[in-house]
């Protein structure tokens, strides 16, 4: 059997096993492990949950998606995927585990996959062992959706430095983050083509890490802007070469959304389980509200949604394995899973009647934290767009 049949078979194998074994260990892992969480997203500050942060790299989770070549554990995409579910599930920390998956699927996959040997050396150990923070830095006060309009330069100097100015906000990691993997134009009058990727210590001069910025939900993730000024940039901190950032951003973007919304298909499941005890439990009218079948098909609809996200998650992560069709996969995989993580929230505060909607049982907490779902890794419009172009109407 090839690597790529043994792939599938085994993607197929976690598709239809809702109770595969390293899902379950990963969510009893994390529902023990990972306990700091609730406290800080109730405080409406973005606190972010560091020491459950390094039990993940302890426990491997960081090494995950990486070469064992690069010191990681070289996982395959089912055991990647169903351990990201299943801390999705087991941890009630979106922030915490979304900012996991970023960091793991974004910035990680972007070193392993384009730069240097020396380059990974220098930044791959202190991301495994949890102890550094990278932030993959496109967006742009005026340049979000429109990611190649970007206003950030990288300027060759004769000795072969660059010098980097650019304002990149709305960064996962941004304010703490200890590698910066920016992309700016080194060639401005070539539009797309002339944007390049590097990757930027924070300790240089001229590096500003922007204030936490506060947010409606995943409030325990950090997040904010980074300021370049005037940065000297050594001729290695190139990531690949002068003008590919357009291909690697648009390639790692793939990746992001195949794989980023696998904690919150384990957190939908984790809120159907939850609805479906409570829906059990609450008496009204003398019998549970569970036997109205408003609320079972409530359930039904949660229930569907969930199984749903999930076949199309694999299936953009089989798309991942043969090289076909990963743009429309991954598009379709993050438009459903975005649009289910707000109906099945309002579908599960309303089920929970006024518990629903006061903040003390975190019911609308799961709410807050999918909105961002429709932004990051680009918005459910601009990702229906890109169905649409497969689709050869537009
Ligand atoms: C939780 C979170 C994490 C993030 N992390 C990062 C990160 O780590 N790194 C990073 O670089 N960025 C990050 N971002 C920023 C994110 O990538 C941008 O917010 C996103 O690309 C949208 O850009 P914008 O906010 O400028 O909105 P705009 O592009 O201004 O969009 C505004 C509205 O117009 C619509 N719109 C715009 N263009 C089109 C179009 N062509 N067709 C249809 N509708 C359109 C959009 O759908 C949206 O509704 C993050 C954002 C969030 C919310």
Same mark, same amino acid.
Request: aromatic share 6%; charged share 20%; hydrophobic share 45%.
């Given at each position: 059997?090839?690597?790529?049949?043994?792939?599938?078979?085994?993607?197929?194998?976690?598709?239809?096993?809702?109770?595969?074994?390293? &899902?379950?260990?990963?969510?009893?892992?994390?529902?023990?492990?990972?306990?700091?969480?609730?406290?800080?997203?109730?405080?409406?500050?973005?606190?972010?949950?560091?020491?459950?942060?390094?039990?993940?790299?302890?426990?491997?989770?960081?090494?995950?998606?990486?070469?064992?070549?690069?010191?990681?554990? !070289?996982?395959?995409?089912?055991?990647?995927?169903?351990?990201?579910?299943?801390?999705?599930?087991?941890?009630?920390?979106?922030?915490?585990?979304?900012?996991?998956?970023?960091?793991?699927?974004?910035?990680?996959?972007?070193?392993?996959?384009?730069?240097?040997?020396?380059?990974?050396?220098?930044?791959?150990?202190?991301?495994?062992?949890?102890?550094?923070?990278?932030?993959?830095?496109?967006?742009?006060?005026?340049?979000?959706?429109?990611?190649?309009?970007?206003?950030?330069?990288?300027? &060759?100097?004769?000795?072969?430095?660059?010098?980097?100015?650019?304002? &990149?906000?709305?960064?996962?990691?941004?304010?703490?983050?200890?590698?910066?993997?920016?992309?700016?134009?080194?060639?401005?009058?070539?539009?797309?083509?002339?944007?390049?990727?590097?990757?930027?210590?924070?300790?240089?001069?001229?590096?500003?890490?922007?204030?936490?910025?506060?947010?409606?939900?995943?409030?325990?993730?950090?997040?904010?802007?980074?300021?370049?000024?005037?940065?000297?940039?050594?001729?290695?901190?190139?990531?690949?070469?002068?003008?590919? !950032?357009?291909?690697?951003?648009?390639?790692?973007?793939?990746?992001?959304?195949?794989?980023?919304?696998?904690?919150?298909?384990?957190?939908?499941?984790?809120?159907?389980?939850?609805?479906?005890?409570?829906?059990?439990?609450?008496?009204?009218?003398?019998?549970?509200?569970?036997?109205?079948?408003?609320?079972?098909?409530?359930?039904?609809?949660?229930?569907?949604?969930?199984?749903?996200?999930?076949?199309?998650?694999?299936?953009?992560?089989?798309?991942?394995?043969?090289?076909?069709?990963?743009?429309?996969?991954?598009?379709?995989? &993050?438009?459903?899973?975005?649009?289910?993580?707000?109906?099945?929230?309002?579908?599960?505060?309303?089920?929970?009647?006024?518990? !629903?909607?006061?903040?003390?049982?975190?019911?609308?907490?799961?709410?807050?934290?999918?909105?961002?779902?429709?932004?990051?890794?680009?918005?459910?419009?601009?990702?229906?767009?890109?169905?649409?172009?497969?689709?050869?109407?537009?």
């Amino acid at each position: 059997m090839t690597n790529t049949d043994a792939e599938l078979l085994a993607l197929t194998r976690a598709m239809i096993d809702l109770d595969h074994s390293v &899902k379950r260990e990963a969510a009893e892992w994390a529902a023990t492990a990972l306990g700091g969480a609730d406290l800080v997203d109730a405080d409406h500050r973005s606190v972010f949950a560091v020491d459950d942060w390094r039990r993940c790299a302890d426990r491997g989770i960081h090494r995950l998606m990486v070469p064992k070549e690069y010191g990681g554990l !070289g996982a395959d995409r089912a055991t990647t995927l169903l351990t990201l579910e299943g801390l999705g599930y087991g941890c009630k920390d979106n922030g915490l585990t979304f900012a996991l998956a970023s960091q793991i699927v974004s910035s990680q996959v972007t070193l392993t996959r384009f730069a240097t040997d020396e380059q990974r050396e220098r930044w791959l150990p202190g991301l495994l062992d949890g102890s550094l923070f990278a932030a993959l830095a496109m967006t742009e006060p005026d340049s979000g959706s429109d990611a190649f309009s970007l206003r950030a330069t990288a300027e &060759k100097q004769p000795d072969g430095t660059y010098v980097l100015n650019g304002h &990149k906000a709305y960064l996962t990691f941004g304010p703490v983050a200890d590698l910066c993997i920016a992309f700016a134009s080194t060639r401005p009058e070539a539009g797309g083509w002339g944007i390049s990727a590097f990757l930027v210590p924070m300790d240089l001069p001229g590096v500003v890490q922007g204030p936490l910025r506060e947010k409606m939900g995943m409030r325990t993730t950090p997040f904010g802007d980074i300021e370049f000024h005037d940065v000297v940039l050594a001729s290695d901190a190139l990531l690949s070469r002068e003008g590919a !950032g357009a291909s690697i951003f648009s390639a790692v973007l793939d990746i992001e959304r195949a794989y980023v919304f696998a904690p919150q298909i384990g957190a939908m499941e984790r809120q159907l389980h939850d609805a479906t005890a409570y829906a059990l439990e609450r008496e009204q009218g003398g019998q549970p509200i569970a036997r109205y079948q408003a609320v079972s098909h409530r359930l039904v609809a949660m229930k569907e949604r969930h199984e749903h996200c999930r076949l199309l998650l694999y299936r953009a992560a089989m798309a991942d394995v043969t090289g076909r069709g990963m743009s429309l996969a991954a598009s379709l995989a &993050k438009i459903a899973t975005a649009d289910a993580g707000i109906a099945s929230s309002v579908d599960a505060a309303l089920l929970h009647g006024a518990k !629903g909607y006061v903040s003390e049982f975190e019911i609308e907490r799961q709410l807050r934290d999918a909105v961002g779902g429709l932004v990051y890794s680009g918005t459910t419009d601009v990702l229906r767009n890109i169905v649409a172009r497969h689709l050869g109407v537009v």
